[in-house]
């Protein structure tokens, strides 16, 4: 069994910048891609982005890309996600994710955490 749990949120003004951290426990999150969604009041949960195991190659949604970036340090078992130029439309509860494939939905998730509320007032 794998825990995730993030850490990082918080209430931040429009243009600043917040990195959330997701730290695994239970077994070695080698082999698994890991990744952040985000779920806004009122709306479904959504992919942010992903870092595969090994290559680390990234993938980001549309809406981030150029100012998010994800990464992975497999010896503390522990994924980033470094948000800059927050927006009001950011404003979620970010979940961290691992799979065993690369991610196109939530349905592709094995494991969750709990999640961290980013709040960007305007």
């Known amino acids: 069994q794998v825990q995730l749990g993030e850490s990082g949120g918080g209430l931040v003004q429009a243009g600043e910048s917040l990195r959330l951290s997701c730290a695994a426990s239970?077994?070695?999150?080698?082999?698994?891609?890991m990744g952040w969604f985000r779920q806004a009041p009122g709306k479904e949960r959504e992919f942010v982005a992903a870092?595969?195991?090994?290559?680390?190659?990234?993938n980001y949604a549309d809406s981030v890309k150029g100012r998010f970036t994800i990464s992975r340090d497999n010896a503390k078992n522990t994924v980033y996600l470094q948000m800059n130029s927050l927006k009001p439309e950011d404003t979620a509860v970010y979940y961290c994710?691992?799979?065993?494939?690369?991610?196109?939905?939530?349905?592709?998730?094995?494991?969750w955490g709990k999640g961290t509320l980013v709040t960007v007032s305007s």
């Open positions: 870092i595969r195991w090994g290559t680390y190659t990234t």
């Open positions: 994710a691992a799979s065993r494939v690369v991610p196109t939905g939530a349905h592709d998730i094995d494991y």
């Open positions: 239970g077994r070695t999150l080698v082999m698994y891609t």
